[in-house]
Structure formats: structure tokens, C-alpha cells
């Protein structure tokens, strides 16, 4: 049962209106709602009389009510312990992450960490899965944002509660942006851009059947200047949405491929090694974030 269903609770038991609840909560009602039922499901019993005029809790839920109090106290009564000892944690994490979507989440993760840890030190690294896989196992980065298909055998991870969905990057003024999708027929004799990664630019080519390989005209490892080159007129990118975020939309677009192609991100490190302290700790604070945050990016 996650802390994050059990603060939606009290909320709710408090308000005793749903609307009241999701404005406090900063959520809209519909996912307060799915939020709740989910916290039944888990409990295996009714917590809420739902009535015309406001919401009350069962016998069940009045239970609940108090041992939740009682959890959420002591959690929270446990952090500002904790913290007080944090605030004191001096070192340095080295991170390694690819131009992805999900790494607004990483940003966010990030930031909650150096609340709690100000005299801790990140340094960050860019590459792709493979680059940053070979550096995690030569120990030169403590964590990779790696993206799937990607072999964990070797790794401890935690998946990211996303998906990159791949698609197209071309001028904003091309035929192929006037359609919703991008389809392998419509890439025939079109010049294209791939990154350096073998394994994704093998998944376009089973998308496309096979086809698109005669027309890979270029290959570079940094997406932003892939897209200046789409700007420019010299080809098409083959990528993941919103890999470049803040591109210049009246010059070039983004266009989902179909049949969809998507894919989850993780969080990974090496198996059986131990990391530094300041590490270790960092991993427990994303486990924390991700059971007790609504991931909005």
C-alpha cells in the first residue's frame, strides 16, 4: 500500500467531498477517483458511503483512518530525523542519461534529492544506451537512464513510468507534415538521419519491413544538431518525441510513426557492487519519489 493512496485517503476523509479533496490535492477528481478505488481494490473491502451531498467513511475506512494517521506520523516524523542527518551528506553522483523524454522525470527526482541533500554534487554524462552501458560497467558512472531494448541481466533498475514513442522529426513545411502519422511508405527516397544506436535504428527497420536502409543518409550521436540539419533541409530524423523539447515548431515538426512503436525507460545499476553512501541513498530517494508522486512530465 503506497503512502501517496493512504495521504489521498485522509485528504478525502477530511473534505468529504471529492471535488474539495483533488482541489487540495492539486489533482483532477477523476484521478483522486481511480486513486481510491485502487485503495479498495488493495484493502479488499468498502472504506467510502458515497451519499448525495458528501462523502462518508465506513466502519472499514474509520479504521483505516486511524492506522493511516498513525503510519503517516511516524513517516513523517521519521524524514525530519533523517533529513536533519542528510542535510550533512557530502559527495558526488555521476549520472549518465540519453537525450530521452523521461529525463524530465530524473530532473524532478533530482531536485527533491538536493532539498534534502544540498551539499551533494551530480555530475552528468550524455550518451546512448550502449555508451552509457559500458561506462556503468566500467564504473566511471554510478546510475544510467538507459533506454529499452537494453539487456538488465547484469543490473539492479527500476523502470520509469513512461514510454518514448518513436516518430519523425521534419521541416514544418513538408508534404509529410500535413498527416497525422508517418507510415514505412512514406519515407521511400526520402534522405533519413539515425543516431549511433544499432538497436534503434534496428527497430525502425522492423517497422518498416526492411526498407529504409538504403535510404540512411547520415549518422550523429547529438540530437540537437540532427535537428538543425532537418532545419536545413538535409534530411529526416528517425527519434523519440520530444527528445529535443524547446525546437523551433514553425521550422520543423514531430510526427508519430504507425503502426506505434514505444518503449519504457529504466534507472539502472551494476548488480552485487555496492555503491558509495551518498549513492545508495540516492537510489532509496528515487524508489521513495516514484511510490509517492503522480509522474507529470
Known amino acids: 500500500m503506497e503512502t501517496r493512496l493512504l495521504r489521498y485517503f485522509l485528504t478525502l476523509a477530511h473534505e468529504e467531498n471529492i471535488t474539495r479533496a483533488a482541489e487540495v490535492l492539486h489533482i483532477t477528481q477523476p484521478t483522486l477517483s481511480r486513486q481510491l478505488a485502487q485503495l479498495e481494490d488493495e484493502t479488499g473491502t468498502t472504506l467510502f458511503i458515497r451519499g448525495k451531498r458528501k462523502i462518508e467513511l465506513t466502519s472499514e475506512g474509520m479504521l483505516l483512518r486511524r492506522r493511516a494517521e498513525e503510519i503517516l506520523t511516524l513517516i513523517d516524523r521519521t524524514e525530519k530525523e533523517l533529513l536533519e542527518q542528510s542535510e550533512n551528506m557530502t559527495g558526488t553522483i555521476c549520472l549518465g542519461c540519453g537525450e530521452l523524454r523521461s529525463f524530465n522525470i530524473v530532473a524532478q527526482i533530482i531536485k527533491t534529492f538536493r532539498e534534502e541533500c544540498p551539499k551533494i554534487k551530480f555530475k552528468l554524462y550524455t550518451g546512448n544506451s550502449d555508451q552509457l552501458k559500458e561506462q556503468l560497467d566500467q564504473g566511471l558512472i554510478d546510475i544510467a537512464l538507459l533506454l529499452e531494448p537494453v539487456n538488465v541481466e547484469k543490473y539492479e533498475f527500476i523502470r520509469l513510468p513512461v514510454k ?134
Open 164 to 297: 518514448e514513442r518513436y516518430g519523425v522529426i521534419m521541416p514544418a513545411g513538408c508534404a509529410l507534415a500535413q498527416k497525422d502519422y508517418v507510415r514505412p511508405d512514406d519515407l521511400k527516397g526520402l534522405p533519413l538521419i539515425t543516431g549511433m544506436r544499432n538497436s534503434v535504428t534496428g527497430e525502425f527497420d522492423n517497422w518498416a519491413g526492411g526498407t529504409l536502409e538504403q535510404n540512411y543518409a547520415f549518422s550523429i550521436d547529438l540530437a540537437a544538431n540532427a535537428v538543425l540539419m532537418v532545419e536545413h533541409g538535409l534530411g529526416y530524423m528517425l527519434t523519440m518525441e520530444k527528445v529535443i523539447p524547446y525546437f523551433d515548431e514553425s521550422k520543423v515538426t514531430f510526427r508519430p510513426i504507425k503502426p506505434e512503436r514505444s518503449f519504457s525507460t529504466l534507472l539502472a545499476w551494476k548488480r552485487y557492487v555496492p555503491g558509495s553512501a551518498v549513492t545508495e541513498k540516492f537510489i532509496q530517494h528515487i524508489k521513495c519519489f516514484l511510490s509517492m508522486n503522480e509522474i507529470k512530465i
